[in-house]
T-cell receptor, first 113, second 116 residues
Framework: SQTIHQWPATLVQPVGSPLSLECTVEGTSNPNLYWYRQAAGRGLQLLFYSVGIGQISSEVPQNLSASRPQDRQFILSSKKLLLSDSGFYLC????????????FGQGTRLTVV | DQQVKQNSPSLSVQEGRISILNCDYTNSMFDYFLWYKKYPAEGPTFLISISSIKDKNEDGRFTVFLNKSAKHLSLHIVPSQPGDSAVYFCAATVTYSGAGSYQLTFGKGTKLSVIP
């Protein structure tokens, strides 16, 4: 069965510090991978998606970047965090046109102080 | 511009009664719709979906209805149980938008509280 791992679960970082959130998927090959963010009082917003190694599409211009160094690994990064980067970050995966849509990890609660 | 709207931020229902969660969308290109359930500090879990070629999809206690002309969908939970208490997100996507990826557009969510 497929599983998705996302870490860390919570993170408190000072403004201006770097960020690296990692997500890995097991049990499937060539998944589509996604990073979403849920900010306070808002819905889930798609930040990045990837359909293959090294292929990243950005939905919202911002202070963040994503990379996919391996088929089942997706990394969300920032060189310098802003206060507005605080939120709940979710990694998700899907395979081509599965009826269940995208499957989400447990999320990372990021607080920038 | 919010393409998927859930206008009710919260809903309280008595156990055993029906819960109806509503969702409206503006993008007529959306052709696949999903409902997710989310508990605090956890990722959303898929509940049920519907293709735009259908107007109803049922899975146990959960039924999703789609009214394309009104650009409206709803999730019915019958009977409601206390364990259903969570935030429910409506999501939509355009399935032919390249590589079959699920670039989901989410609503802001509705917090359902089922009262025992």
């Amino acid at each position: 069965s497929q599983t998705i791992h996302q870490w860390p679960a919570t993170l408190v970082q000072p403004v201006g510090s770097p960020l690296s959130l990692e997500c890995t998927v097991e049990g499937t090959s060539n998944p589509n991978l996604y990073w979403y963010r849920q900010a306070a009082g808002r819905g889930l917003q798609l930040l990045f998606y990837s359909v293959g190694i090294g292929q990243i599409s950005s939905e919202v211009p911002q202070n963040l970047s994503a990379s996919r160094p391996q088929d089942r690994q997706f990394i969300l990064s920032s060189k310098k965090l802003l206060l507005s980067d605080s939120g709940f970050y979710l990694c998700a995966w899907s395979v081509l046109m599965s009826a269940g849509g995208a499957f989400f990890g447990q999320g990372t609660r990021l607080t920038v102080v | 511009d919010q393409q998927v709207k859930q206008n009710s931020p919260s809903l309280s229902v008595q156990e055993g009664r029906i819960s109806i969660l509503n969702c409206d969308y503006t993008n007529s290109m959306f052709d696949y719709f999903l409902w997710y359930k989310k508990y605090p500090a956890e990722g959303p879990t898929f509940l049920i979906s519907i293709s735009s070629i259908k107007d109803k999809n049922e899975d146990g206690r959960f039924t999703v209805f789609l009214n394309k002309s009104a650009k409206h969908l709803s999730l019915h939970i019958v009977p409601s149980q206390p364990g259903d208490s969570a935030v429910y997100f409506c999501a939509a996507t355009v399935t032919y938008s390249g590589a079959g990826s699920y670039q989901l557009t989410f609503g802001k969510g509705t917090k359902l509280s089922v009262i025992p």
